[in-house]
């Protein structure tokens, strides 16, 4: 996995995109989207984290 492929899907997950839908655009397995999402701390729903932003 390229380093371009790892920010996409950083970014892909905090906008709240499944792991499926990921690696239907990367063409990449499913798991190792879920794999990657979970050890760097992307899985469940990754976007509470840093972008719900609620006043």
């Known amino acids: 996995m390229t380093e371009i492929e790892k920010?996409?899907?950083?970014?892909?997950?905090l906008k709240g995109v499944g792991y499926k839908?990921?690696?239907?655009?990367?063409?990449?397995?499913?798991?190792?989207?879920?794999?990657?999402?979970i050890r760097n701390g992307l899985d469940g729903d990754a976007k509470k984290g840093s972008l719900n932003v609620e006043g």
């Open 7 to 13: 920010q996409q899907i950083y970014d892909l997950r």
């Open 21 to 37: 839908a990921i690696a239907a655009v990367l063409g990449v397995s499913r798991n190792s989207i879920r794999g990657f999402c």
